[in-house]
């Protein structure tokens, strides 16, 4: 007697599949890292002006993702949503790297 095989599984460990999966990470990464940089320009070009105003030219300072989601600019918030959906997304792709 003949037996079943689920097409699914033998499609997700091949490695054109798998491989495409980790470039989608890869873009994935990419995304997370110009949305948080594109919420940081939002944030200093609308809310926080002021602070980034007298901020020496050259200056470094460590943006915590917990104080750029309590801006309160909803443009900023509206990115965080996104941000989210694809941190999420890339980490649900990654459980199925294998």
């Not at 054109?16 to 890869?26: F, R």
């Not at 890292?33 to 594109?38: D, F, V």
Request: proline residues 1%; hydrophobic residues 40%.
């Amino acid at each position: 007697m003949g037996e079943i095989i689920k097409i699914s599984e033998l499609y997700n460990l091949s490695s054109d599949y798998q491989n495409m999966l980790k470039e989608a990470v890869e873009q994935l990464e990419e995304m997370e890292e110009r949305l948080s940089l594109m919420i940081v320009n939002i944030a200093t070009s609308g809310v926080w002006k002021e602070w980034s105003d007298l901020m020496p030219d050259g200056e470094y300072f460590y943006f915590g993702r917990d104080a750029l989601r309590d801006t309160g600019d909803e443009n900023v918030n509206f990115i965080f949503v996104l941000m989210d959906e694809v941190i999420l997304s890339k980490e649900k792709i990654q459980r199925q790297i294998r």
